[in-house]
């Protein structure tokens, strides 16, 4: 059976780094890992092809030559997925949805035609599903009874994809978060409990990467990486193990929770397995804020001083806010810079805050008649709230724009970078951390490969061209990276890095002062 396997366009947002993504030839940030982890699963005389509309278009011929479609999206994909299915549905396909969107919402997927929804994880309902497309059971909902043990999850079909294409890869190690934040719609995917797989598991699904050709960023896609510290140290010791093993051929991104600034072992544990970058949810600088969101991690943990400890011991911090929580007084961008400013923070992201679907959240607008569910799209760069907030929209979407203007100002912008990167220790390596170890066959201080040279040398060309030669980003662009360069040399790498990623918030920036001034 010929299966194809569709994952709809990503509106433009802090997921897609669209610009960052371009500066090194690529396509789009991360691969659909849901789809190619349900490739995985299908019979091993089915055969599945995988087209992402975020890389590439959807031809005639990948529609004539599929006897099954698979879609599976997020909420903010929501109207592509619908669109897939609908002309997948005029093309006479038996289609099967699936992804957190159809479990959020099934009610429109059905509408549109599905044959098949499938709602939570797939890892215990794989021969349900198996069944319904053989039968070509229409109008079937399969509903995962419970949360899976997601050591029975098998390596993704990365084979399907196109390296080429992405910035980064994607590894998942758990699913779940302990935290119960009122917006947040994780724990309602995936249970407050967390559930890891094993280290041999994570250590496979690197190893496949590795002899496919993959080298550079890998991005680990839990909610909460250390849900669970004591089920993370031990997945770390082994990609230490395994790197080192291999002559470090990865660099790790992923998303913690903020009491992970007070942990400067598992910090050093992070770094030691090359993990680079982190994504923090500071959401909001006001304490009383965070106390009706029930974000107390963020009011147990001091923000300042844990964001500080995770950029100083190597970890680059993108910070995630959002405007327009109940409560929130006016003059929230300038108490977000002000946060920014004193963290000495690089890359920032700011959100508007949109009710997902169930949460708890959710419920209690829907409960006070404030909730426009009609308008819900998820998009993080979404210029319409879909609920009547507590102060006027017009002027949180107004803080909104001059948040993004004032923290991605260029200037302002680059200082901040070369700020956190000169306060970051020097790394391992140049501090001498990493002696020879005559036991492995690993390279020690390995030659960068002659492709990744080049790689290097397009990234930085590009940097130029965007930062290095205009006018208003030129002397300060150079200038840091001189005195990065004298005062902390083995983290020029990384601010070069941080760089790109700034250009895409630059874009962001344009994006939404454009959307600010027609509403759009």
């Known amino acids: 059976m010929k299966v194809l396997l569709l994952y709809p366009d990503l509106p433009l947002s802090l997921m897609s780094f669209s610009k960052s993504c371009n500066n090194i030839g690529a396509k789009s940030f991360t691969p659909p890992l849901g789809l190619i982890t349900i490739a995985a699963m ?9 087209v992402d509309l975020n890389c590439t278009d959807l031809s005639e011929a990948d529609w004539k030559w599929a006897d099954v479609v698979l879609i599976s999206g ?18 006479g396909k038996f289609v099967v949805c699936g992804g957190a969107y159809v479990t959020s919402v099934p009610e429109p997927v059905l509408e549109a035609g599905a044959d098949v929804l499938v709602r939570g994880e797939a890892e215990t309902i794989r021969e349900e599903i198996l069944e319904a497309i053989t039968a070509r059971q229409t109008g079937k909902v399969i509903q995962a009874p419970d949360k899976p043990d997601v050591t029975t999850s098998p390596t993704p079909r990365y084979d399907l994809l196109n390296l080429s294409n992405y910035l980064s890869m994607a590894v998942q190690t758990s699913r779940g978060c302990p935290f119960e934040c009122e917006f947040c719609d994780v724990v309602n995917l995936y249970g407050r409990k967390m559930r890891y797989k094993t280290p041999d598991q994570v250590v496979a699904e690197l190893e496949s990467l590795h002899r496919l050709g ?17 089920r993370a140290q031990p ?30 072992d598992l910090i050093d544990l992070m770094t030691e397995a090359n993990f680079s970058y982190v994504l923090v949810g500071v959401e909001s600088p006001d304490q009383a804020v965070l106390a009706r969101n029930r974000k107390m991690q963020n009011i147990d943990n001091p923000v300042v001083d844990s964001l500080h400890a995770l950029n100083d011991r190597g970890l680059t911090v993108i910070a995630s806010f959002v405007i327009g929580f109940d409560g929130e007084e006016s003059g929230v961008q300038q108490r977000i810079l002000d946060l920014v400013q004193a963290a000495g923070l690089g890359l920032v992201f700011v959100n508007v805050l949109q009710a997902l679907p169930n949460t708890k959240l959710w419920n209690r607008l829907l409960e006070e008649g404030r909730l426009r569910p009609e308008i819900t799209s998820g998009e993080t760069l979404a210029s319409r709230m879909n609920f009547v907030p507590s102060r006027p929209v017009e002027e949180i979407m107004q803080e909104w724009a001059d948040a993004w203007a004032q923290l991605y100002e260029p200037n302002g912008c ?6 956190s990167c000169l306060s970051m220790r020097p790394t391992r390596r140049a501090m001498g951390m990493e002696p020879a170890d005559p036991s492995t066959n690993a390279r020690k201080n390995p030659s960068t490969p002659w492709n990744k040279r080049m790689q290097n040398l397009t990234i930085f060309s590009k940097l130029i061209q965007m930062l290095g030669l205009r006018p208003s980003t030129a002397v300060q662009f150079w200038r840091k990276i001189f005195v990065v360069r004298k005062k902390n040399p083995s983290r020029l790498v990384r601010y070069l890095e941080n760089c790109s990623f700034a250009a895409n918030m630059f874009m962001l920036r344009d994006e939404i002062r454009k959307r600010s001034a027609t509403g759009a």
């Not at 993959?214 to 004591?230: E, M, Q, R």
């Open 42 to 50: 299908l019979p091993e005389d089915w055969e599945p092809k995988l």
């Open 74 to 91: 997020m909420i903010l994909q929501s109207q592509g997925m619908l669109a897939l299915v609908r002309e997948a549905k005029s093309r």
């Open 214 to 230: 993959w080298t550079g960023l890998v991005f680990v896609s839990d909610d909460n990486f250390i849900g669970s510290k004591s």
């Open 235 to 264: 997945i770390l010791r082994e990609i230490v193990a395994w790197s080192k093993s291999r002559g470090e051929p990865f660099s790790f991104a992923t998303q913690a929770s903020i009491n992970l600034g007070q942990d400067p």
């Open 414 to 419: 680059l200082e901040r970078i070369s700020r």
